[in-house]
């Protein structure tokens, strides 16, 4: 089983609309779980952070964990072009230095 | 403004060269930074765990002998590629946290020829 799953997309959701994003993971004892936005040839942005079970909201961005169910997932919403990237879930595993695994990413394209 | 500041941002190298990467935490210290490597289309794969102070942490596959890694002081680990190979062209990212999730460096682009 890989450490770290996502909805391999590509997905492509009209401006305006609600883009959702899956996560789920294999550790049950993580604790710390990350999304990040890539663009083409970037290095990775950290745009949310999620410790607790539920709801985080910033700005457009939503983030949802379920410890119980190993589930993460961002909601974007009014989705805009600018949005488009590659978004990858993130989680810190239980280790001596809390190394930090990522899934495989999910493209987004938001279409005008 | 940027935390962790990573150098070069592209390297170009003949076959069987050594190239090394720098990256450096601003304003902060950290013992502890993550060197990752990611392929066209793919996602980040953790390769080392660098720790100042003492020997790095290599993940499973990850040949210690080939990437050298030195975490010599609190602000500063280097990642050096030994007699790079064509297969050895990447994208090489570091990461350090100062609190929460980890910050990226810019990254660096290797091409080896």
């Known amino acids: 089983q890989k450490e770290v799953e996502q909805n391999s997309g590509p997905l492509s959701v009209p401006e305006g609309a609600i883009a959702s994003l899956n996560c789920t993971y294999s550790?049950?004892?993580?604790?710390?779980f990350f999304w990040y936005r890539q663009y083409s040839g970037k290095s990775p942005e950290l745009i949310m952070s999620?410790?607790?079970?539920g709801d985080k909201e910033d700005g457009r961005f939503t983030a949802q964990l379920n410890k119980a169910s190993q589930y993460v997932s961002l909601l974007i919403r009014d989705s805009q072009p600018s949005d488009s990237a590659t978004y990858l879930c993130?989680?810190?595993?239980?280790?001596?230095?809390?190394?930090?695994?990522f899934g495989p990413g999910t493209s987004l394209s938001v279409i005008p | 403004g940027a935390v962790v500041s990573q150098h070069p941002s592209r390297v170009i190298c003949k076959s069987g060269t050594s190239v090394k990467i720098e990256c450096r935490s601003l304003?902060?210290?950290?013992?502890?930074m993550f060197w990752y490597r990611q392929f066209p289309k793919q996602s980040l794969m953790l390769m080392a765990t660098?720790?100042?102070?003492?020997?790095?942490?290599?993940e499973q596959g990850v040949e210690k002998d080939k990437f050298l890694i030195n975490h010599a002081s609190l602000t500063l680990s280097t990642l050096t590629v030994t007699s790079a190979h064509p297969e050895d062209s990447s994208f090489y990212i570091c990461?350090?946290?100062?609190?929460?999730?980890?910050?990226f460096g810019a990254g660096t682009r290797l091409s080896v020829l």
């Open positions: 660098s720790n100042e102070g003492s020997k790095a942490t290599y």
């Open positions: 990461s350090a946290s100062l609190g929460g999730g980890p910050y």
């Open positions: 993130a989680v810190k595993f239980r280790t001596s230095y809390d190394k930090v695994i």
């Open positions: 550790d049950r004892g993580s604790q710390s």
């Open positions: 304003d902060f210290q950290a013992t502890t």
């Open positions: 999620i410790y607790s079970n």
